[in-house]
């Protein structure tokens, strides 16, 4: 056995161990030491249960592959293990007939469960990171992307990316101004600088060409070093293509259709009882944002506005109102940002945990949307990304959606072409499992401040 799978072994057990363990102390305090057995037994019988369902969640999380991920992230993750576990196990006391549980050991549960879990995996996180140690890396390609993509490889997560510097293409030195990251040499001279700075993994800009492109991954390969590819819009159409053969000719076959019928189809049908299903359990919570935005701010509660969907077409998107009413009579369309002078208190708080888009689960009954896809933007913003951004129009093959990959993937700074990619990804790896491993991820960034809206 592998060093890593003995380091995942250890964890699955010391998680199962403290989630059984959280159970025996919620017992213990709730009953004053003792452990009566009118209820006690109850746990014993749902033990395998419980463990199945605590191992499930760890995996969908992806809590045993942690080293590149923030702190953030994990505890966020372990927040909604602990939540799930108490949900599944008032579902197994039904379905088992074990009504002699106590409700009050569960909700302790679930708060000591994000205490032993929290503790536990902080420090195997931070000794993970420690075994790892730094990754040295250098950045190729256009000195502006490579800037971006050496800042958000740091910033990610400081303690494992460390950037050496940039080999530049495509411009003179003289004319460069400081962007922040030492350059280490022109291009040309590649096989020089990486000779010379003895590297870990090397992150290619998506606008160095694809000769060059191709020229590093020989070299990477020849010498033993990682290669991180930034894809542009050509290279994640290749990836999306499918084999055929015409005669004896090799072809990649690229539908115009993102989608299958069939995945159409059980992605409809997916999205018509999931939102049929979360409209009914959370309208008395709509009723009560409905009356607080009422309390707070002049105007209407629900707020509409146009969006580009499926095909280019035209529909009308709704929220809970957050701003101030006719907040851009006077601005026009505006981006808004994380801290907008417009927002009202109650909508900053709706924005935070994000319940504005409740009533986007009507729009994904009417058809409009889908519960998973690439967020549906405004006409004027739609216009301008055409423009800008090569390719941009092609998200639009597919059925907007509440959130999507670039959602749980992204942060609320990350750019319109990186989103992009995470939704043009998002259809070339559609299945529905894939659609419920976002639904459970977008619930853990719901408690991220910085992740994507």
């Known amino acids: 056995m592998g060093r890593k799978r003995f380091y995942i072994l250890i964890q699955i057990i010391i998680d199962m161990a403290l989630i059984q363990l959280g159970y025996v102390l919620a017992f213990f305090i709730r009953y004053q030491g003792e452990f009566p057995e009118a209820n006690f037994p109850s746990y014993i019988k749902l033990i395998p249960w419980i463990t199945v369902l605590g191992l499930v969640l760890f995996l969908i999380y992806g809590l045993y592959e942690t080293v590149y991920k923030r702190w953030s992230e994990i505890f966020s993750s372990i927040i909604w293990v602990a939540i799930f576990i108490g949900a599944g196990n008032t579902a197994f006391s039904f379905m088992l007939r074990e009504f002699a549980f106590p409700r009050t050991v569960l909700v302790l549960t679930c708060v000591l469960h994000v205490i032993l879990l929290g503790i536990w995996r902080y420090l195997a996180w931070k000794l993970a990171t420690k075994l790892h140690g730094r990754v040295r890396v250098i950045v190729i390609g256009d000195p502006e992307e490579a800037k971006m993509i050496a800042s958000k490889a740091e910033n990610g997560n400081r303690e494992i990316f460390q950037v050496t510097g940039i080999i530049y293409d495509g411009f003179s030195l003289n004319e460069s101004r400081d962007i922040g990251y030492p ?74 259709k993102l989608l299958s019928p069939f995945d159409r189809l059980i992605k409809r049908a997916m999205d018509l009882v999931v939102s049929f299903l979360g409209g009914v359990l959370t309208m008395p919570l709509m009723l009560v944002i409905a009356v607080l935005i009422k309390i707070d701010s002049q105007g209407p509660v629900l707020f509409q506005q146009e969006r580009v969907g499926e095909d280019g077409r035209i529909f009308n998107l709704y929220k809970f109102r957050t701003m101030k009413d006719h907040a851009e009579a006077e601005s026009g369309p505006v981006l808004s940002g994380q801290n907008d002078s417009r927002t009202t208190r109650v909508g900053r708080f709706l924005r935070v945990t994000r319940l504005d888009e409740l009533p986007q689960l009507f729009n994904v009954l009417k058809g409009d949307m889908s519960l998973i896809g690439p967020r549906p933007e405004r006409p004027f913003f739609v216009e301008q990304f055409n423009r800008e951004i090569k390719g941009y129009d092609y998200r639009h093959k597919l059925r907007g959606g509440i959130t999507g990959l670039a959602q749980i993937s992204g942060k609320y700074s990350t750019n319109p072409e990186d989103k992009l990619r995470f939704d043009l990804l998002y259809a070339k790896n559609y299945s529905p499992l894939v659609d419920l491993h976002i639904l459970f991820h977008t619930l853990k960034v719901l408690l991220i401040r910085d992740k994507a809206s």
């Open 183 to 256: 350059f280490i040499g022109k291009y040309e001279n590649l096989a020089a600088c990486l000779d010379k700075y003895r590297v870990d993994t090397i992150f290619v800009c998506p606008g160095l060409c694809k000769e060059k492109k191709l020229q590093v991954i020989e070299y990477c390969l020849t010498h033993r070093i990682d290669v991180n590819l930034v894809p542009d819009f050509y290279e994640i159409l290749i990836a999306q293509a499918r084999i055929h053969q015409v005669d004896d000719i090799p072809v990649f076959h690229i539908n115009k």
